[in-house]
């Protein structure tokens, strides 16, 4: 993860970050089919974007590794 993803992280509050903790895990057992998961188009690689109320969270699948590309607000991620 990026030095920005960290931070933005850190900066929630402990009961948002732990939301958010429940989600990423979540994406590890199926990272595809959920009903808050899109497909981004535009993007040389599949890329997807989760959402958790007003936060996105941006990544993608490499070789079967979910790498996190972006996470903020949903009005400053786009």
């Given at each position: 993860?990026?030095?920005?993803v ?5 900066s ?14 979540s ?9 808050d998961?899109?497909?981004?188009q535009?993007?040389p ?7 958790m ?8 699948i490499?070789e ?6 972006d996470i903020?607000?949903r009005?400053?991620?786009?």
């Amino acid at each position: 993860m990026s030095d920005r993803v960290t931070k933005f992280i850190e900066s929630l509050e402990p009961k948002t970050r732990e939301h958010l903790k429940k989600k990423l895990l979540s994406l590890k057992v199926d990272p595809y089919n959920s009903r808050d998961i899109k497909k981004l188009q535009g993007y040389p690689v599949a890329t997807y974007r989760l959402r958790m109320g007003k936060i996105r969270i941006v990544y993608q699948i490499k070789e079967k590794v979910i790498e996190i590309i972006d996470i903020d607000y949903r009005g400053n991620i786009y």
